[in-house]
Nanobody
Framework: VQLQASGGGLVQAGDSLSLSCAAS????????MGWFRQAPGTEREFVAR????????FYSASVTGRFTISRDNAKSTVHLQMNNLKPEDTAVYYC????????????????WGQGTLVTVSS
């Protein structure tokens, strides 16, 4: 599976941004899809995941209530709607695909996109 993340940019605190992840090569319906982020000098951090059929989602505590993950298997896309952005959300955001239900560690994910930079100014 090839993944391509897009939608990053520079926004102000309190703004919203929507990230997209387009998949090709294989249908994403076979995979749990997740979003991670990595700020400079830090390890890659789990943000959100969604089950194969989109019926269940899970978020990190830092984004719960502000971010929403969704997917469209017919279009092979995954989205991350980010509201009320904070400066600490600044990072490169990656989409990834896993075969393991409940995958939350980066090592659980098999395929990765190239990342899209989100910068939130205060």
């Amino acid at each position: 599976v090839q993944l391509q993340a897009s939608g990053g940019g520079l926004v102000q605190a309190g703004d919203s941004l929507s990230l997209s992840c387009a998949a090709s090569g294989r249908t994403i319906s076979n995979y749990v899809m997740g979003w991670f982020r990595q700020a400079p000098g830090t390890e890659r951090e789990f943000v959100a995941r969604i089950t194969r059929n989109g019926g269940s989602t899970f978020y990190s505590a830092s984004v719960t209530g502000r971010f929403t993950i969704s997917r469209d298997n017919a279009k092979s896309t995954v989205h991350l709607q980010m509201n009320n952005l904070k400066p600490e959300d600044t990072a490169v955001y990656y989409c990834a695909a896993a075969s393991l239900f409940g995958a939350s560690r980066a090592s659980d994910y098999l395929y990765w996109g190239q990342g899209t930079l989100v910068t939130v100014s205060s």
